[in-house]
């Protein structure tokens, strides 16, 4: 889904600390709630793998959630649960993870296959796969912390990590696949048939996908957790997204991913659905280039902030869904400070900070300095669901022209956006957004050393302060004192602006009201889709 | 007229099959020939442009110089634009289009998945628009200038010029508020009330904003009227003569096939908008997404079987020109 | 192989004024209405450079978001909320210029491809044969696609397609009309007369006998641009804001549509209608007139 401006489709280490619980067994779903029914979700594009290992796009990642385990899990108060692993133990060093896994788990059969058991081979098989050189997987460097993994017996594996790394557990959340899944047992490719009919042990069974990419997921009776209540997942892919939300309106669907931020009214006044909000851990932001002289200076970038009325946009545009924020962070994660407050809409303080900084105007009305003027080119990737993106980059212009500063917008198709952002760094200005996955490590995005091509720091920032709190936030393991560096480096950054920091939108999934317990993951989406049920006399 | 004796008429018939056959042959190896052609534009201008197609394997990693590297190295990519070119044309040689970079499935498969919903559309439409057009063509080849006439090829003009996806809309509006049904496939699973909609709408909203409808009366109506005004016809009428046979042919099927092959390529272009706007499962929203993501082996398996769709529809005019006017064959 | 049987044209100029008097009302009134848009048309860019416009079409109103026409916007606002008429005007100069180059592509290449095969036998004719065969076995949004994913989507490139694409068409008509000439023994009358090649060419034939052909292909080849930067808007790869065209502003307004607020969509599209409607009519009133075939 792409309402918002363009997600740079980064994910962003884990930092949360939490505790370790005690392994649960296996739970039975005699919870007295009905099984039955048909769930159709829209999706707007369609997705290209449904394995989680090629897979790199939001569409195919929320099918595999569907479809497959971690070894741990993350709950819906972002603690980590047993899943696959019924429990484990962490070395004194932090350098080695026993995981004990659960027995009995059975991979989904294959037809006219008997299901075979879930095994520490397919845990090792899934690991040897991911790093094999010849797969083409995001989740490679992710998992370049792990020197080895051992299978002790079949259902004990062991991981040493090459160090001992801060909240390691969560990223075990990987999901695990059969060891006689792929055809190839060396690396997988897209060509291989697992890519399209993937088998796995989770909630739900990839029974068939259409030329068009429509989905039928099936419940697994088999499911460890008990069966899923509700019986049958589709996935529809649309479009065009005013076709979509029609399509909603109109019960040809029940659940919408993401609503369009401009069809949001049309739901809220419908007593049949149900807007569900969901923090998304993500934010907006207009990310300048320090390496153009125009802006290396901070009360320049300052002043555009200044310039800027988030409130007015957020409010005409989004329908005012969504919280302006100050600094690096995204506001639901515990490493945003609030006592930094976003600086107001003051224009003529934004005029006042050019002036400060050298810049008087133009005989043309443009700002200028030494005879140059303060003119930019703001690169934005061309998408066919663009409105949103295109009034905010549009109001920016008008917002900067207003103080004197001349904003030119280029388009551009998306692979060319990226190789001039990451690779060129042929640009002034961009909107883009980051997607944390789960909270707050921003060293990619600051620290000097990410500066270069393909790396985060694509504006080439670089403060020896912010680089020491960011290290020294790496390295200490007390919570409470990462958040104290944290919240220092928000302030810091929020100083000295080398982003505009726009805002974090309230996603909102709009589905009918016949679905019940609905609780959404806030980017993976449907990790507790097994707990969803509708009622027997709305089932049809 | 001359009137050949009945033997004289069988050899002249079987005359005609051989020429039709001579015909049918040239127009295959010119098929293949242009096939080629097309195959060999497509990879140039794909050759030529500056992106890479492999960057949508890449998204949500650096797509650094190394990791292009190891990509074309793990698929086994030529390194050279002619060494791909000629692994692609063995491969077709095969009847195998390759893979699609983004999907991994094999291109003709999914070409042959979508392929008939896009000819449904695409015949469908084409037969709208000759509906539309042929009765109107007739009609003012008849009466040249009447107000009727002239009223009918206005309003043919005036929605021959309507942009094709917001017809789509108008369409779709229209039937949710006034008629209360929603004629999408992506339907409930139970089978609605007047699905037989869902077919017909694109069709007609492809036929009729095709952009062709008045190319089609224009050019039927002006054939129509030169041949009913040469002199043979003229002096045939005056005699009493029955002349409809020859305005028929000459006048009516010749055009008229000569349109469809003519318009078929636009035709398909249009089906790349309608399948967008009602979520028709073919070969036009293939394409959109393979252009969006540079999937090269499924825009030249998609541009290839499009363009032989085009030369079969030019080899189906060459057999009726060739059947009912004898000369061309020879030409 | 392609054969638009031309209907037997003139030899000459000489009988232009009688055609005009011969014409009947209601072709004068078709070129009358297809001349009137071309003339808006041309206001409208003039319009557009000067800057002289009801609005600034870059100024937004926040606070009123496609509105409905009323007071301060004679025909409302759009998605920025922009004043729409304005943009309409300026709109007009995303078509000028490239759809002056599509008509220029497939005016030139296909008056050479045409001219070519008509005045020349054998291997040059079947090699215009082929070329010609072969563009038009590119579907056309598909070989538009095709560009745009290997390039960029610019709209001059965009253009330069539909241009080629739109050449084999003329060519035929060329082809056909020397052809007839031909029979006509009318260019061995212009060589015995010792008339050069490149003069026939350009002078006898494209000038005084394709002209009106080629301007009703160049009439229509500018509704042809309107529509295909339409499509490929709603794709989102036509003309790109800040710059306004008539496809952008439909596929715009579309998204707000089926909320029931349907002029900021029908207004452009409107536009678009009224102004192809013109160059058909235009074009065909000139058919008429100028090609007509009753004269004997």
């Known amino acids: 889904m792409k309402t918002l401006p363009r997600i740079v489709p980064l994910i962003l280490t884990l930092t949360v600390l939490t505790t370790i619980p005690a392994a649960s067994p296996a739970a039975s779903k005699n919870d007295g709630r009905p099984d039955g029914g048909i769930l159709a979700y829209g999706e707007y ?26 070894l741990v899990g993350i709950d819906e108060k972002q603690a980590i649960v047993p899943e696959l692993a019924e429990r484990w133990e962490v070395s004194q060093d932090g350098r080695t993870y026993t995981f004990f896994l659960r027995k009995g788990v059975r991979w989904h059969p294959r037809d006219g296959e008997a299901p075979r058991l879930f095994t520490a081979d397919d845990v090792l098989f899934t690991h040897n796969i991911m790093m094999h050189p010849k797969t083409i997987t995001p989740l490679k460097v992710r998992y370049e912390f792990i020197e080895k993994v051992e299978k002790l017996d079949d259902s004990t594996v062991r991981f040493t990590l090459k160090r001992p790394i801060l909240n390691a557990l969560a990223k075990f959340s990987f999901k695990v696949i059969p060891a006689h899944g792929p055809a190839n047992p060396q690396y997988l490719t897209r060509e291989d048939p697992f890519v399209r009919n993937p088998i796995g042990t989770g909630p739900y069974i990839v029974k068939s996908i259409s030329a068009d990419r429509e989905i039928v997921l099936m419940a697994n009776e088999d499911y460890f957790k008990g069966r899923p209540h509700i019986n049958k997942f589709l996935s529809k892919p649309f479009a ?56 290396a200076d901070k009360r320049v970038r300052r002043a555009f902030t200044h310039a800027v009325n988030r409130k007015e946009m957020l409010d005409a545009f989004f329908n005012g869904q969504g919280t302006i924020i100050s600094g690096p ?104 957004s980051w997607v944390f996955d789960d909270s707050a490590d921003i060293s990619s995005l600051f620290h000097s050393a990410e500066i270069g091509p393909w790396k985060n720091n694509f504006g080439g920032y670089s403060n020896p302060e912010v680089d020491g709190l960011i ?42 009201k016949k679905l019940r317990r609905v609780a959404i993951h806030p980017y993976k989406f449907f990790s507790f889709a097994d707990e969803w049920f509708i009622p027997a006399a709305e089932q049809k | 007229m001359v009137h050949p004796g009945r033997g004289a008429k069988v050899t002249t018939k079987l005359a005609a099959f051989r020429r039709v056959g001579v015909m049918v042959v040239r127009e295959l190896a010119l098929t293949a020939l242009l096939l080629l052609g ?83 559309l695409t015949l469908g439409s084409l037969l709208v628009t000759l509906l539309l057009a042929v009765p109107l063509a007739l009609y003012s080849a008849w009466r040249r200038s009447g107000a009727l006439a002239r009223a009918l090829t206005l309003a043919v003009y005036l929605i021959s010029a309507v942009p094709v996806f917001w017809l789509g809309y108008v369409v779709i509006y229209l039937c949710i508020h006034r008629f209360g049904l929603f004629p999408l496939l992506s339907a409930t699973a139970e089978p609605q009330r007047h699905g037989w909609l869902y077919i017909l709408l694109p069709i007609i909203v492809l036929g009729v904003a095709n952009g062709t409808v008045s190319e089609v009366t224009r050019h039927l109506r002006e054939e129509l009227g030169r041949v009913m005004a040469e002199d043979y016809i003229r002096t045939a009428r005056a005699k009493g003569a029955p002349v409809w046979r020859h305005a028929f042919k000459e006048g009516f099927l010749l055009p008229m096939t000569e349109m469809i092959a003519a318009k078929m390529p636009f035709v398909l272009g249009g089906a790349v908008i309608v399948e967008q706007v009602f979520n028709w499962p073919g070969l036009g929203r293939m394409a959109w997404q393979a252009a969006q993501d540079r999937d090269f ?21 060459g057999v009726i020109y060739a059947g009912v006017n004898p000369r061309t064959a020879t030409e | 192989m392609r054969r638009y049987r031309q209907a037997a044209g003139e030899v000459g100029e000489r009988r232009e004024r009688s055609r005009w008097r011969a014409a009947t009302t209601a072709d004068l009134a078709a070129v009358g ?225 089926f909320h029931g607020k349907f002029w900021p969509s029908t207004a452009p599209a409107l536009a678009i209608l009224g102004t192809i409607l013109g160059f058909h009519l235009l074009g065909d009133g000139l058919n008429n007139i100028l090609e007509s075939k009753s004269a004997p």
Not at chain 2, 46 to 68: K, N, T, Y
Not at chain 3, 112 to 127: I, M, N, S
Not at chain 3, 225 to 249: H, K, R
């Open chain 3, 33 to 257: 209405y297809g001349l009137l848009v071309v003339a808006l048309v041309v206001i409208s860019y003039a319009l557009g450079a000067v800057g002289w416009l009801p609005d600034d079409p870059a100024r937004m109103d926040m606070a009123r978001l496609n509105a409905p026409p009323g007071p301060g916007h004679a025909l409302g606002t759009d998605f920025l909320g922009r004043d729409m008429l304005s943009r309409l005007i300026v709109g007009i100069q995303a078509y000028f210029l490239p759809g002056l180059l599509a008509v220029a592509t497939s005016l030139a290449l296909g008056a050479t491809l045409g001219v070519v095969a008509g005045y020349r036998d054998g291997r040059a004719e079947a090699l215009v044969t082929y070329l010609s065969n072969l563009v038009d076995s590119f579907p056309r949004l598909v070989l538009i696609l095709l560009v745009i994913a290997a390039f960029r989507a610019d709209i001059y490139y965009v253009m330069l397609v539909v241009g080629i694409t739109g050449a084999p068409a003329i060519a035929s008509l060329i082809a056909g009309k020397i052809q007839f000439l031909r029979t006509k023994s009318f260019i061995e009358a212009a060589h015995v007369l010792g008339l050069s090649t490149r003069v026939i060419v350009v002078k006898h034939i494209l000038w005084y006998n394709c002209a009106p052909l080629l301007i009703i292909q160049a009439t229509l080849g500018m509704g042809e641009a309107i529509l295909v930067e339409t499509s490929l808007s709603y794709l989102g790869f036509g003309v790109q804001e800040p710059t306004p065209s008539w496809g952008n502003m439909v596929q715009a307004g579309a998204n707000y549509f």
């Open chain 2, 38 to 120: 097309v195959s060999l534009v497509v990879f140039v201008i794909l050759h030529l442009s500056p992106g890479d197609p492999f960057s949508v394997l890449l998204e949500g990693q650096a797509p650094g110089q190394a990791a292009r590297a190891s990509v074309r190295e793990a698929l086994g990519v030529p390194t050279t634009w002619y060494g791909r070119y000629l692994a692609w044309l063995g491969n077709m040689a095969h009847g195998n289009l390759g893979t699609s970079i983004r999907t991994g499935v094999p291109v003709a498969g999914e070409i042959v998945r979508a392929g008939p919903n896009t000819l449904y």
């Open chain 1, 471 to 512: 290290v020294e936030s790496k390295l200490t393991l007390d919570h409470e004192k990462r958040r104290t560096i944290n919240r220092k480096l928000h302030a810091l950054l929020a100083e000295e602006a080398p982003y505009t920091f726009l805002w974090t939108l309230t996603n909102y999934s709009g589905y009918h």
């Open chain 2, 297 to 317: 082996p499924v825009i030249m398996g998609i541009t290839i079987v499009a363009a032989a769709f085009v030369r079969l529809a030019s080899l189906l005019r």
């Open chain 1, 45 to 70: 594009g369609r997705p290209a793998t449904l394995d989680p290992i090629t897979s790199n796009e939001m569409i195919s990642l929320r099918i595999t959630e569907l479809v497959f385990n971690g």
């Open chain 1, 240 to 295: 065009d997204q005013n076709i979509m939300t029609q399509a909603m309106m109109f019960n040809a669907i029940d659940m919408l991913v993401l609503v369009n931020p401009r069809d949001l009214p049309e739901l809220q006044g419908d007593r049949r659905f149900v807007l569900q909000p969901y923090n998304a851990l993500s934010y907006a932001f207009f990310g300048y280039n320090l390496r153009s002289p125009l802006l």
């Open chain 1, 329 to 432: 962070f995204a506001p639901g994660s515990w490493a945003y400070n609030l006592d930094v407050q976003p600086l107001p809409y003051d224009p003529a303080k934004a005029v006042a900070l050019l002036n400060e900084a050298g810049f008087t105007p133009g005989p043309d009305g443009v700002m200028q300095k030494g005879g140059k003027p303060l003119a930019l080119s703001l690169k934005v990737p061309i998408e066919k669901e663009s409105e949103a993106v295109k009034r905010v980059v549009l109001a920016f212009q008008n917002y900067l022209k207003a103080i004197g500063v001349s904003v030119k917008v280029e388009f551009k198709e998306w692979q060319a956006w990226k190789d001039a952002v990451f690779a060129e760094h042929d640009f002034d200005v961009i909107l883009a």
